[in-house]
């Protein structure tokens, strides 16, 4: 059978005249039975026309699903504001365990200090590994010869950098209550204003410096940060782990610059100043407490302000 025979073989097909049968539809008034609107369709438009209204259908639910918050309601998609509400709860959960170990290092590091005991713990060994390095970046900063010029020429000028190993008129403690001997040469953590003095009775371990929030506090001598956080009392703290079972504590800072484990050389910024809703007649102050062998001793008596 050649193809010709074949194709008017097909032709012959009942479908065929299906698909080539057109159709009038009319839409008459039943009353009067006058038309009102007519068309006329085939086999062949009918399918194409339901096909395309079909296609429509299906890209318009797509877009419907993708772009729209309809698509929240329909099983196995994600809730966007639920996915943001859980990342949200998972970052203030991961905060709050960050501060709960920074409050219980925190009290732990104090509780050491005042026992008189040298800080240890999971940076003991950070600490003896850096008991070389330190002595060396003592030594590199005594021996500078940049820095001692600079030195040489600030205290010919104004004296504002003077140090001082002991007290200039302290007197001789009982030896009841002597405090061991301190022959650090101290730097200055901030030129100032004495707001509030040193008074043991009055639990004020420490000195409160007025400054301003564009001020740094830099490290008194050289040592490793043991504490490095905020605390809900003093604000942001940072602790410093000196030769000798030397401890100074910078606190009420608006922001911190080393973390729990760091080096720093003598008079290396080490925060910012910062303010405090307690004593806001202060203004912008630094609270400064030096510890030796875990007894709180005036830092006035060892440092020039």
Not at 56 to 71: H, N, S, W, Y
Request: hydrophobic share 40%.
């Amino acid at each position: 059978m050649g193809l010709k025979d074949w194709w008017t073989k097909v032709k012959t097909w009942p479908i065929n005249d299906v698909i080539r049968q057109k159709h009038r539809f009319v839409v008459m008034d039943t009353d009067t039975f006058k038309e009102k609107f007519s068309f006329q369709l085939s086999g062949a438009n009918l399918f194409v026309t339901i096909g395309i209204t079909i296609i429509v259908l299906i890209l318009l639910t797509t877009v419907i699903i993708a772009f729209t918050p309809l698509r929240e309601w329909i099983p196995g998609y994600t809730n966007n504001r639920m996915v943001e509400q859980t990342y949200s709860n998972a970052k203030k959960i991961d905060s709050l365990e960050n501060e709960l170990e920074n409050q219980e290092w925190l009290l732990a590091t104090i509780q050491a200090v005042l026992r008189g005991e040298e800080i240890g713990g999971e940076y003991a060994e950070i600490k003896a590994d850096s008991a070389t390095n330190l002595q060396q970046l003592a030594s590199a900063y005594r021996h500078s010869v940049e820095d001692s010029l600079l030195r040489r020429e600030v205290e010919e000028e104004d004296n504002s950098y003077q140090l001082s190993a002991a007290p200039a008129n302290a007197q001789p403690a009982p030896a009841a209550d002597a405090v061991p001997a301190i022959t650090h040469l101290f730097f200055s953590p901030l030129k100032g204003k004495i707001l509030t003095q040193f008074n043991p009775p009055a639990h004020s371990m420490g000195i409160d410096i007025a400054g301003s929030t564009s001020q740094t506090a830099n490290a008194a001598y050289s040592g490793t940060v043991v504490f490095s956080g905020f605390t809900a009392e003093a604000g942001h703290v940072l602790i410093l782990q000196h030769p000798g079972n030397v401890v100074s504590i910078y606190s009420n800072c608006s922001a911190l610059l080393k973390h729990r484990g760091d080096v720093v050389r003598v008079g290396e910024p080490v925060a910012y100043v910062g303010s405090s809703s307690l004593h806001p007649e202060y203004g912008p102050y630094l609270h400064f407490e030096l510890w030796v062998g875990g007894t709180p001793v005036n830092p006035e008596e060892y440092i020039s302000f």
